[in-house]
């Protein structure tokens, strides 16, 4: 097996007996096979596209922004299919809890941007069959990829069992549970970022980042945290910026990618409501609220990737609080910000708090997100 780790991903090691026990050995070996899934072509139909081609390891596991569009929506493995969404990153989304519904109510977790996957493996399913991702017709062609690998062969009877190359359906579903093994690894997650480093006491912040941190978890400012935090305290070593909600903040139609997908420029993104589980009308335009984990370089940015700045994105929920004619207007275009997508259902509780933010707090706000970046990819900042 030759294993692409593009720079920044060691290849994982299977354990080799000694001290390591036969539970250690077979995650260890199922990561190991995951991260080879993750990184092959044979598993598209013109064997051009991976997983990692629309989430790159050198690119915070996210669209690496070749497609000409910059990474808003992500190109098929066809050479002309595009996308309607953002491609999410897949660091940190281990941490993503099941979609469910919470004590209140609320719809929380998922895959996806409207969390119709309840799992990792459930969302490892989806690219390899869709016609416009990887473009394999079903998962009898996903089987025949597979044993054209000895190694997977070898691993796959290992891991699964002597039949698990047998039948479509087992092929399958092992191999979603291989990646998910390999996304749930502490190479997807490592925590060491210089936040992280912040908490163990290992970096001091800036006078700017600092004040961008009492910003982000102030309920007097900002409010940023009351859906970018899991964790009760916002001293938690393994806290991930996001409480996995869903809310509509009012994102505009992201006007380029709908003229060049194919897609009607009326037509409307409703967010949870296109999950099957979901058919409460008030639930129309929300999208999960994603983990700000390596946001600074993880771009572009809302679910259908309108915003190319992480700055921008701080001045549009800035605009919620503001009277000033200038922060009414989108500085990437120079125009007004557009009309939400979906004018229903705006989490305005949450989105009108606080005064507003002067270019010396939405700037420190900047730079404590970058703060969030993991060490590999600090260079990657401006």
């Known amino acids: 097996m030759v294993a692409v780790v593009l720079g920044v991903l060691a290849p994982l090691a299977l354990a080799a007996g000694g001290g390591e026990s036969g539970l250690d050995h077979r995650r260890q070996a199922l990561e190991s096979l995951g991260q080879a899934l993750f990184f092959d072509t044979r598993l598209s139909r013109n064997r051009s596209q991976s997983c990692a081609s629309c989430h790159d390891p050198a690119r915070g596991f996210a669209d690496p922004g070749n497609n000409g569009l910059a990474g808003a929506v992500s190109l098929g493995d066809d050479g002309h299919s595009l996308g309607d969404r953002n491609a999410p990153s897949a660091a940190y989304a281990a941490f993503t809890p ?40 079903d998962m ?57 480093r912040y908490l163990r006491g290992e970096y001091r912040m800036t006078e700017q980042e600092e004040l961008g941190r009492t910003l982000f978890f102030s309920q007097q400012f900002t409010n940023c945290n009351q859906c970018h935090q899991l964790r009760e305290s916002a001293l938690a070593d393994d806290e991930t910026f996001s409480n996995y909600q869903y809310h509509n903040i009012g994102v505009p139609v992201n006007t380029a990618v709908r003229a060049l997908n194919g897609t009607a420029p009326d037509r409307v993104d409703e967010g949870l409501l296109n999950n099957p589980l979901v058919t409460d009308i008030s639930e129309r335009g929300k999208f999960r609220t994603p983990s700000l984990r390596n946001v600074a370089v993880t771009g572009p940015y ?6 190319a700045d992480l700055e921008t994105v701080v001045r549009f929920y800035n ?39 002067d270019t010396r707090r939405i700037a420190a706000l900047v730079a404590f997100l970058e703060t969030l970046t993991d060490q590999r990819y600090e260079a990657l900042l401006d």
């Open 98 to 137: 099941g979609f469910h519904r919470d004590s209140a109510g609320r719809y929380v977790g998922g895959q996806f941007w409207d969390g119709r996957a309840p799992s990792l493996e459930e969302q490892a399913k989806g690219p390899p069959l869709n016609p416009i991702e990887m473009g394999l017709p």
């Open 140 to 196: 009898a062609a996903v089987r025949a990829r597979l044993q054209e690998n000895p190694f997977y062969v070898s691993r796959f009877t290992e891991l699964f069992g002597s039949q698990s190359l047998a039948s479509d359906a087992v092929a399958f579903e092992a191999m979603a549970s291989s990646i998910a093994a390999f996304e749930r690894s502490a190479v997807l997650s490592p925590f060491d970022s210089r936040y992280d």
């Open 302 to 307: 809302m679910h259908n990737g309108v915003f």
């Open 319 to 357: 605009s919620y609080n503001s009277k000033s004619a200038a922060s009414k207007i989108n500085p990437e275009t120079g125009q007004p910000w557009g009309r939400p997508e979906v004018p229903a259902n705006l989490s305005l509780t949450e989105l009108e708090h606080g005064p507003a933010l």
